[in-house]
């Protein structure tokens, strides 16, 4: 039996379940784009130029083994497959870009762009995957804070409070630019980490803000179809929907202006630090092979910010 939430789901990806019409025939190429939380929008975009037809597909960290068996029909109709690199048999499904790729008819193109991250206006800020069970997320919001980590790690009942130089703070910024550039190179992907040298100010570290998205877009349409154009909405900030303060330090090291976002922010309605704090440094008490594995994962960070010792 369907429950309401599954319900729910299947009608906002519709044409994807069958139970909402498909794209019909009509000259443009078919797109489909495939990808975790950036890649509804970066369809969005694409689909704005005109120029291609498209639907609503489900991230690929939400897949299930129904969902691997719909996509294959939806890939033998694509003429261009547009993708974030994903690992074979990412999940234990069949999903990896590769596998996809044999999937699609003769003639077919992929277009690969990265996953984007960006911390340089959050430097402590962080993604944690925890060994035991890869969905955990701490509570309040699913980011790790380096400063509550590493209190959690020493037995601490408050945040560290860590005083980086700018020149630290540039590096750091400077380390996240690298490593995009990295997975560019290392997966051949289109290129955006150029934007990420202007400092840009996104939502949170992997919620890019609509011109960083626009950029991207526009970017992967010139490889479909060139002298297109995107556009981003006017009204709206596509991934928006929760946001992160910006570190002052880090933006007076930047050169950036960040006013008005000292707090978390969902829906427009902040949330409580102390509150925050509190219930993450409990979770880190109950995880502490998360504790580790985020001290492991960012341990460069860490020393370029002091919180390594």
Known sequence: MTSPTDLARRRHYGSFYRISPVPGASGRPFVTVLGNCQAESLRLLLDSSGLVDSFRIPPVHEFTAEDVDLLREVLARTDVLVTQPVRPDYRDLPVGTAQLMELLPAGARTVTYPVLRWDGLMPYLAIVRDPADPSRNPPVVPYHD?????????????????????????????????????????????????VLETSPQWHTINHPDNATLAVLAQRVLDEIIPGGTVTAPADREMLGGLSAPLDPGAAGALGVDVTGRELWRAGGTPLDPGELVARQLEFYRLHPGLVAAGLRRHAERLELLGLGR
């Open 146 to 194: 380096l400063r509550i980590l590493v209190a959690a790690s020493r037995g601490l009942d408050r945040p560290l409070d860590p005083c980086a130089s700018a020149a630290a703070l540039r590096a750091a910024a400077e380390l996240s630019v690298g490593q995009l550039r990295s997975r560019e190179t290392h997966h051949g992907t289109v290129v955006i980490s150029d």
